[in-house]
């Protein structure tokens, strides 16, 4: 029997396959697009070419289009997912798991494997991916780039919590003649700061903390999220498909 | 509700734009309210209520208008209604619970401005609720500054009396209150022309006494461990209680009470077993605003009991019925009001005690913290609400939201996953 997770977010969809021994055979990612059912469809065909036809397997769903996969057993919110996949990515029972998605920013506290507590932003998009894409769409750059470029600069802040404002401002800084570097180490900066304010909400104590979702690949947030958080922030090359996977282990 | 069009005609109201109110609201309250199943029968008065909600209580004040009574608007449960009731005025709650109403007060008030106050100041303005129209005074209090400045507001086309609250609670703090509410009776008897009278104040303490004892059953019979009613249906009772004659409300609500606790002698739940229980506290849920409510009970969980104004505020504590002096009467009444913990308080611990008592009294198992964006009192109390329970061992969510539904989905999110985590 083969359990399948499937985490439909804002920005990109992610997909797990893990066997009854919870060893992950399978994850891939694609966007999200303007659909969640097209998306549904595609991960579907996706995982029949790879030989996990959905119906012969468990399927649960997590991510803001959970409700949007036909094929799909049950669905769980992806706190819960976030926490289950992280605990078996990084073999820990206690931690605290930082998710930077596209549209949201999850803190989660674990202890014995299970949820404690958890912090999500509100409605507004400071602090997410989204934050990080608009502004390196403002300076011509890919959001990795961006995050690799901060790393060499420094000395500049944006303010404004605001996506909207923070663009104006970042016009501004390329206006005077900032260093892209610099403009970088400010926006990264900003993200960082902000999720800290929501870590530090949650008493982590001595627990590991791990960062999930679609910045882990970028060394310079682990390094920067580190540096705010006065801890070590660990990640793993699966960690941005926690959701995915936790959701597959949902289904045992 | 068209059978009201004249009378509506009558009050100066804006028909056009309150059709538009009439035409979303059944739909609204057939998504939430008729699509639960095996819902209590005496639930049938409250829906019928809803039905006409801007015609057939309307109608009633403007019938006893016409007879020489007078209405008096209120929008807050410090407020003490046995005042009016005892110079034979009536009183009805006027707070907006609608985003309907949000943009016309946006007009006049600030940004940062909780949508209760916005919607309540919008509906009147814009000319879109009978009760407005129909109040011959309104009362207010100083409890928050938000209300405090809509009141001049409001005071330039109506009469407003603002009750100066006190925000501490020291001996001199209950004497101030009492005095407050004799003040209060004094404008009472002036715009009634009636005075009031030790046995008339005596006769409205046991009226309101009876009601408050009413809608305590109906919330006791939340305790049982298979719910004989929705937390929405609860709810519903406890918004129209602030519009209703008190001694009809008090009639409906000891039958509802009767079916319910028939309905846990025989053992019938509106649940599944093992439905995880939230009791809500924070700030108020005005009448249409059933939005938590809502998303909780269509995410697997129930709602147990709200230690709101709109919930355990509005009837916990009785008045003594034994004083026998106006003096010893308006002392009695501030001392029940002053019982209630509003977070206007410094310090507010006796709100954390309840809290904790409720969530033990109803075996909640999860607090969810909900206040009215911009309410910076409540907000700022949550620290000491979330604190608190995390060293009782009960879980809590804290979540800031408006009448808007925005952000409905993100908060289904963060509902489902605290109910996951509840286990």
């Not at chain 2, 022309?193 to 006791?220: F, H, M, Q, S």
């Not at chain 2, 129930?302 to 505020?313: F, I, K, N, Q």
Request: charged letters at 25%; aromatic letters at 8%; a negative charge.
């Amino acid at each position: 029997m083969h359990y399948i997770g499937i985490d439909i977010g804002s920005t990109s969809a992610k997909t797990a396959v893990l066997d009854e021994n919870k060893n992950i055979l399978e994850v891939f990612a694609q966007p999200t697009g303007w659909s969640s059912i097209d998306t549904a469809e595609s991960i579907g065909k996706n995982l029949r070419e790879k030989g996990f036809a959905p119906e012969e397997c468990k399927v649960v769903s997590t991510g803001y289009g959970r409700v949007a996969v036909p094929f799909s057993d049950k669905t769980v919110t992806e706190i819960t997912c976030h926490a289950k996949g992280a605990s078996l990515i990084f073999g820990l029972e206690d931690l605290l798991v930082v998710d930077i998605g596209g549209q949201d920013t999850k803190v989660i506290l674990i202890e014995n494997g299970f949820v404690k507590d958890f912090v999500m932003n509100d409605k507004c998009s400071a602090g997410t991916g989204r934050f990080l894409e608009v502004m390196a769409n403002t300076l011509a750059m890919r959001p990795d780039e961006l995050c690799t470029l901060a790393k060499s600069g420094g000395n500049t802040s944006i303010s404004s919590l605001c996506t909207v404002f923070a663009e104006s401002e970042v016009i501004s800084l390329i206006g005077r003649g900032e260093k892209k570097e610099n403009i970088a180490f400010g926006v990264v900066d900003s993200i960082i700061k902000k999720v800290a304010i929501q870590a530090n909400r949650l008493p982590a104590g001595s627990k590991q903390a791990v960062l999930t979702g679609g910045l882990c690949e970028c060394d310079y947030i682990c390094e920067a999220l580190s540096r705010e958080l006065k801890t070590e922030v660990i990640t793993d090359k699966n960690a941005r498909f926690a959701g995915a996977i936790g959701a597959a282990l949902c289904g045992m | 509700m068209s059978d009201y069009v004249k009378m509506w005609e009558d009050l100066g109201m804006d028909l056009e734009t309150h059709d538009q109110l009439c035409q979303v609201l059944p739909t609204a309250f057939g998504d939430v309210y008729l699509s639960q199943e095996n819902r209590p029968e005496g639930m049938g008065f409250w829906d019928f209520v809803v039905s006409e909600i801007h015609g057939i209580r309307p109608s009633e004040l403007i019938e006893a208008q016409k007879n020489g009574q007078k209405v008096f608007g209120t929008f807050c449960v410090y407020v003490p209604d046995e005042v009016v009731i005892a110079a034979n005025g009536i009183v009805t709650g006027l707070c907006g619970g609608s985003q309907f109403w949000v943009p016309g007060g946006e007009k006049v008030l600030p940004k940062n401005t909780c949508p209760l106050i916005k919607a309540s100041v919008g509906a009147r303005l814009d000319r879109t609720c009978p009760f407005f129209r129909i109040a011959d005074m309104y009362v207010g209090e100083t409890t928050c500054d938000g209300k405090k400045k809509a009141y001049e507001i409001l005071a330039e086309d109506v009469p407003v009396h603002v009750m100066d609250m006190p925000q501490m609670k020291r001996a001199e703090d209950y004497d101030k209150w009492a005095h407050e509410i004799e003040l209060f009776a004094g404008v009472v008897e002036e715009q009634t022309g009636n005075k009031v009278t030790p046995e008339k104040l005596a006769e409205a303490i046991k009226i309101i006494n009876n009601k408050r004892k009413a809608l305590k059953r109906v919330y006791d019979a939340r305790k049982a461990d298979k719910l004989p009613i929705s937390g929405k249906d609860a709810l519903l009772m406890m918004q129209i209680a602030f519009f209703d004659d008190p001694v009809r409300c008090a009639e409906m609500c000891n039958k509802l009470a009767d079916e319910l606790d028939q309905r846990i002698a025989d053992g019938v739940s509106v649940f599944p077993e093992g439905t995880k229980r939230i009791l809500l506290t924070g700030t108020p849920l005005a009448i249409p605003n059933w939005k938590l409510h809502h998303i909780i009970e269509t995410s697997g969980a129930a709602v147990v009991c709200e230690e709101m104004c709109t919930g355990t505020r509005y009837f916990e504590n009785l008045v003594d019925e034994t004083q026998t002096t106006l003096e010893g009467q308006y002392k009695a009444l501030a001392d029940r009001y002053m019982k209630n913990n509003c977070a206007c308080f410094t310090p507010n611990e006796g709100r954390i005690d309840d809290i904790i008592r409720l969530a033990k009294e109803y075996k909640a198992d999860g607090v969810i913290d909900v206040n009215l964006k911009f309410c910076s009192i409540y907000d700022t109390e949550g620290f000491f609400v979330e604190r608190a329970l995390k060293e009782a061992g009960i879980p809590v969510l804290g979540i800031e939201t408006d009448y808007t539904d925005s952000d409905a989905e993100q908060l289904k999110t963060r509902i489902e996953a605290f109910i996951e985590m509840l286990g």
